[in-house]
T-cell receptor, first 113, second 113 residues
Framework: AQSVTQPDIHITVSEGASLELRCNYS??????LFWYVQSPGQGLQLLLK??????LVQGIKGFEAEFKRSQSSFNLRKPSVHWSDAAEYFC???????????FGTGTRLKVLA | EAQVTQNPRYLITVTGKKLTVTCSQN?????MSWYRQDPGLGLRQIYY???????DKGDVPEGYKVSRKEKRNFPLILESPSPNQTSLYFC????????????FGSGTRLTVV
């Protein structure tokens, strides 16, 4: 069965430091992969997505993610975190067969001034 | 502005009192879905709709109903709410292509006492 694992429930980084949020998936075929961000009191906003092509994808707000098929991973990165990046981040995989999206349980990011 | 609108944003109700959470999208999207978000559990799909008059159960449909009489609207109905349905609810829509991803509403925080 398809699944998405985000191993880190909470991550704390200092403002200006680099960030990497981990996401591992289980899916039989080539997956559609997504990262969403949920700011406090808001809905989820799409940061970036991947299906094919260049394995390093750029998104909004300065985020990027790298698809590594051999590791079944799609980790989210940002070179320099801003205080406004404090939010919860969700990784998701889209199943083209069932048209369902499976979400990870989220990683909550705290940014220290 | 392309958006998914949910109402109300906050709702406190009593056990057994029927309620409806409305969801409307202005993007002519075919696919709409309802999720609930609970701490530690991520997002779980309640119901989804592939098009008008076409709905199907997600992973946690018990205690909920939906209808899709118009393309833009997808209300969530709780006929007899119970305290275990206290949660944060999100409506989302997509254009019918799994690689597109979702546009989410801002959420409805429901408390059942």
């Amino acid at each position: 069965a398809q699944s998405v694992t985000q191993p880190d429930i909470h991550i704390t980084v200092s403002e200006g430091a680099s960030l990497e949020l981990r996401c591992n998936y289980s899916y039989g075929a080539t997956p559609y992969l997504f990262w969403y961000v949920q700011s406090p009191g808001q809905g989820l906003q799409l940061l970036l997505k991947y299906f094919s092509g260049d394995t390093l994808v750029q998104g909004i707000k300065g985020f990027e993610a790298e698809f590594k098929r051999s590791q079944s991973s799609f980790n989210l990165r940002k070179p320099s975190v801003h205080w406004s990046d404090a939010a919860e981040y969700f990784c998701a995989v889209g199943d083209s067969g069932t048209y369902k999206y499976i979400f990870g349980t989220g990683t909550r990011l705290k940014v220290l001034a | 502005e392309a958006q998914v609108t949910q109402n109300p944003r906050y709702l406190i109700t009593v056990t057994g009192k029927k309620l409806t959470v409305t969801c409307s999208q202005n993007m002519n999207h075919e696919y709409m879905s309802w999720y609930r978000q609970d701490p530690g559990l991520g997002l779980r799909q309640i119901y989804y709709s592939m098009n008008v008059e076409v709905t199907d159960k997600g992973d946690v449909p018990e205690g909920y109903k939906v209808s899709r009489k118009e393309k833009r609207n997808f209300p969530l109905i709780l006929e007899s709410p119970s305290p275990n349905q206290t949660s944060l609810y999100f409506c989302a829509s997509s254009n019918g292509q799994v690689g597109y991803g979702y546009t989410f509403g801002s959420g409805t925080r429901l408390t059942v006492v």
